[in-house]
């Protein structure tokens, strides 16, 4: 059957060459260029004038597959975005007020708290008091501990003796992803400013004219424009839902550093410090740090944050040059109207306090491209799946931001206090947390396939900031296994001990992978 010309969708434009735009360019090239026979044509244009962002540094253990997906090697992705291995994040200061003695913890250590006994969890919770949650479950933080990285070298590349992510240069993976995007899969690539965004009759964009006059042509759009949302938000009307009232952090500081000297230590781990009004966040590349502090000006004023990130990078003379960038904080309405969806900030965005950005930004270009619609007429039917599923990605990640803000017991600013007031907490969230008072959360509570943060994910926050859950013998006469989960939280911890004499150094690996 031959699909009449007006039906065919075969011109994608991409607006916008940040890591959104080139992620969903990258996708879609991939997915449709060399497997639909007549073959679409991916175009990207971006603007020289108009900067990137430039933040974004930490991500999570799906970028693996994505970047192995697309045909990047790891070691080009090492060198090139003077990128370090991720194996978790270290919150400091976050379970309770300045000046009482509360434990730091890790999340995310990406292994799963699962073993042959079933989910340790119930056992820990009724046995575990001698070792932190994360030391019962997992290896990994006290491979985070100690420095080392996740894997050797005789390991294949996205694999680790344990599961990491990346710390990256935001600017040299958008880079990255532009020489592959045109070099190996076919992306056109055009430098101009988009200057109007025109509709046909129908309401769908028809095109964009750009600088020189010239009209950009295309069957589907993709707004990768930033916080702007050229396309979506002002072309095309799409309101923009505003979520401060439940994530109060609109404003970030940022700042880059370099190392006192080349042999530092480079953390394998994203270090996120609760402050007064937010928190810090820290992060080793290889060649700088990067740094940051993410606060709400509803709690603070910006002379008063830049004060507090001062002190944490130890500059009270402010001779470190630091940058303040807003933060639309939420998500569009809908994020595929007519003929245009929006990927990135244009879509939507909370503060990064768990790499959501690069995560759903990733995701939502994959799913964009493996559903993409075979003809016009199909349009609306995939655009309502996908806003559905989009949705539910920005409640989850809400939802999952927020826990580590209302179950925290500090109290010593407004800014802590209001984050545990219920007003302030998504139903979805405190219905959950009311559950597990009474029982550990399971797997159940977690059906969908598109949940973008899990049960162990859930766990490792809930238990590194002391939650409490009665396991009382209504909990515990379910889990009978005591002697398996004992012995197998040993095994864990002998496994630990053998590791710590086998894996190399965090920057002695990152420097042998980058010689290779
Ligand atoms: P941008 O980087 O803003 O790119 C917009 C693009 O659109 C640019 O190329 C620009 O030139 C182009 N453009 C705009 N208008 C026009 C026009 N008229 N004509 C032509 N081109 C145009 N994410 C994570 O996953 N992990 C993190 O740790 C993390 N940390 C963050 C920290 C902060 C403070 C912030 C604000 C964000 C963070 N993010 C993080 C999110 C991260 O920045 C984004 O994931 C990522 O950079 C995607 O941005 P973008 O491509 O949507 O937009």
């Known amino acids: 059957m031959t699909i009449d010309s007006s039906e065919q969708i075969k011109r994608v434009l991409v607006v916008g060459g940040g890591t959104a735009g080139w992620l969903s360019a990258c996708h879609l090239a991939k997915k449709l260029a060399s497997s639909s026979p007549a073959g679409v044509q991916v175009t990207l244009v971006e603007s020289e004038n108009i900067p990137s962002i430039g933040v974004g540094e930490g991500t999570v253990p799906a970028i693996r597959d994505s970047l192995r997906y697309l045909g990047i090697s790891e070691t080009e992705f090492v060198r090139e975005c003077d990128a370090t291995f991720k194996q978790g994040i270290k919150f400091v200061n976050w379970v309770r007020s300045p000046g009482t003695i509360g434990p730091d913890y890790y999340h995310h250590v990406f292994d799963y708290p699962d073993s042959g006994a079933g989910d340790l969890t119930p056992y820990w919770l009724q046995n575990g008091n001698s070792r932190s949650f994360v030391d019962a479950v997992s290896v990994q933080g006290v491979i985070c501990d100690k420095g080392l990285g996740p894997k050797d070298m005789t390991v294949p590349e996205y694999e680790g003796i344990v599961s990491y992510a990346y710390h990256l240069d935001a600017a040299k993976f958008a880079r990255l992803l532009t020489r592959h995007g045109v070099d190996k899969l076919g992306v056109k690539h055009v430098l101009a400013d988009v200057q109007r965004v025109n509709l046909g009759e129908s309401g769908d964009i028809s095109s964009v004219t750009i600088d020189s006059g010239e009209n950009l042509e295309a069957d589907i759009f993709i707004d990768c424009t930033g916080f702007a949302s050229l396309l979506l938000g002002q072309s095309l009307g799409v309101e923009f839902v505003d979520k401060r009232d439940v994530l109060f952090a609109d404003y970030a500081l940022a700042a880059q550093l370099p190392y006192s000297d080349s042999s530092t230590p480079i953390p394998s781990f994203t270090i996120s410090t609760a402050q007064e009004s937010g928190w810090t966040w820290d992060i080793g590349l290889s060649e700088r740090r990067g740094t940051g502090y993410v606060y709400s000006s509803a709690h603070t004023d910006h002379d008063r944050a830049e004060a507090v990130f001062r002190g944490y990078l130890g500059d009270d003379e402010g001779r470190i040059s630091v940058r303040r960038i807003p933060m639309r904080v939420g998500h569009r309405e809908t994020y595929w109207k007519n003929n245009c969806v929006a990927i990135g900030l244009s879509q939507g965005f909370v503060e990064p306090l768990e790499a959501t950005g690069i995560l759903v930004y990733d995701a939502t270009a994959r799913m964009l491209a493996d559903t993409f619609p075979a003809r016009r007429s199909v349009m609306p039917l995939v655009a309502k799946q996908f806003?559905?599923?989009?949705?539910?990605?920005?409640?989850?990640?809400?939802?999952?931001?927020?826990?580590?803000?209302?179950?925290?017991?500090?109290?010593?600013?407004?800014?802590?206090?209001?984050?545990?007031?219920?007003?302030?907490?998504p139903e979805s969230l405190q219905e959950k947390l009311q559950l597990w008072q009474s029982q550990p959360p399971s797997v159940y509570e977690f059906p969908s396939k598109l949940e973008i943060f899990n049960l162990a994910n859930y766990q490792y926050v809930l238990y590194g900031m002391e939650f409490a859950t009665d396991v009382g013998p209504h909990v515990l006469g379910r889990h009978p296994m005591m002697a398996d989960a004992v012995s197998r939280m040993d095994e864990i911890s002998n496994f630990s001990s053998r590791l710590l004499g086998s894996l190399p150094e965090h920057r002695t690996l990152i420097e042998r992978i980058k010689k290779y």
């Not at 989009?390 to 984050?419: G, M, T």
């Open 387 to 425: 806003n559905r599923a989009v949705h539910y990605a920005w409640d989850r990640v809400i939802d999952f931001v927020k826990l580590h803000y209302c179950i925290s017991q500090r109290r010593d600013h407004p800014f802590w206090i209001e984050n545990c007031d219920p007003s302030s907490i």
